[in-house]
């Protein structure tokens, strides 16, 4: 069964770089035909899709966030990470990474929830000076 965990600086400051790591046991995040996601849940508000790399290496990103993320991978730590930069306070929210089958790419795109795929249990990410 696969498992996935979150992993980084709960603070960051606004203009800094937000960092996270997502471990992945049970499962090789190059094993076809899965998309390997980012997401997160402002205060008050629903989920977000960020992006997801395939398990080819190709990333994806939403249009809304394309220009301040990077997604990349480690395959021999079976690792990937998300970095957004220029953050504002705007971006404290629970980030969570997720594994989803191609079929389920599209609802994650537009309606991200726990029951598509499979998720970490998240960490909290606070934007402050």
């Known amino acids: 069964q696969v498992q996935l965990q979150e992993s980084g600086p709960g603070l960051v400051k606004p203009s800094q770089t937000l960092s996270l790591t997502c471990t992945v046991s049970g499962d090789s995040i190059t094993t076809n035909p899965y998309y390997w996601s980012w997401i997160r849940q402002p205060p008050g508000k629903g989920m977000e899709w960020i992006g997801y790399?395939?398990?080819?290496?190709?990333?994806y990103y939403s249009p809304s966030l394309k220009s301040r993320t990077s997604i990349s991978r480690d395959t021999s730590k079976n690792q990937f990470t998300l970095q957004l930069s220029s953050v504002t306070p705007e971006d404290t929210a629970v980030y969570h990474c997720a594994r989803v089958r191609i079929s389920q790419t599209a609802i994650m795109r537009s309606y991200p929830t726990k029951t598509t795929g499979d998720w970490g249990q998240g960490t909290q990410v606070t934007v402050s000076s």
């Open positions: 790399i395939a398990w080819s290496g190709s990333t």
